[in-house]
């Protein structure tokens, strides 16, 4: 059942000191985080001793990573693919570090985001390259939806579950993405509802595409949640607020708008997880 699923989330959009990060986390009881960074390093930058100390500090606290937060994907379709691949490389190394087989990445920004056909090729061959190397390092590799790259709506997204969904390769669904493209969530999960594994909870206002607390926007996350508990979901719900202006957003969303209105990162992500709550009760 959903409300038996477990809550995760983004913890450096609460503060980039991680140490800030598992006070608020124990203050919630939740013992999950999908890590993107940690005392202002994101996680695809960690030196091994930086890893070592972070989960040292994990497992003080009993925390555990539901997902290693990468960028992987997130460069030009265009841009040189071997020092990513490279990177890939490091981040996978990192997943078995930290004893988790799930990594977040995307499929490639693209110059024309009307046109991904345009695109696909390069697109499939490179996401097939990254699939492979899942597979030969036991990796499950979680696509999920985000504005600008080729898997920005549900079509792409199901092209890209068609080419390689499997044990290796499965789906993020994350509302305020979708929102954001002027995606209807719910014609999106009716394409998308046999690969989802995992879920972002981010909500949005359809007309200006600011994310505000979940299940206060237009992403139709009761709905969908209902949906998923029907079917007997019991993944993970990873919270991504976006209700303040944190260290390092310029350099995750592009062009995203609306204002952040939570003063601090402690607020807002206590305000997204209340809301998450609220939901599931």
Known sequence: MLNASIITGFADEIDSSFDVQLNVLNELGQKYIELRAADGVGIADFTMNKAKEIKEKMDANKVRISAIGSPIGKIGINDDFMPHMEKYKHVVELAHYFNTPNIRMFSFYLPDEKKPELYRNEVMERMGRLVDYAKSEGIILLHENEKGIY???????????????????????????????????????????DY????????????????????????N?????????????????????????????????????????????????????AGLKRILQ
């Open 151 to 193: 898997g920005a709506m549900a079509k792409e997204c199901l092209d890209l579950m068609n080419e390689f969904y499997g044990d290796n390769f499965k789906c993020i669904f994350d509302f305020a993405n979708y929102v954001q493209c002027k995606q209807d969530t719910k014609k999106a999960y009716e394409l998308l509802k």
């Open 221 to 273: 996350l009761q709905y969908v949640f209902n949906e998923l508990d029907k079917r007997g979901f019991c993944g993970f719900l990873s919270l991504e607020p976006h209700l303040f202006h944190f260290q390092g957003f310029d350099a995750l969303e592009k062009g995203e708008t609306g204002n952040k209105k939570e003063s601090d990162g402690v607020r807002a992500y206590k305000a997204a997880y």
């Open 196 to 219: 989802i594994s995992y879920i972002h909870v981010k909500d949005a206002v359809w007309e200006t595409g600011e994310v505000v607390i979940p299940g206060t926007g237009d992403g």
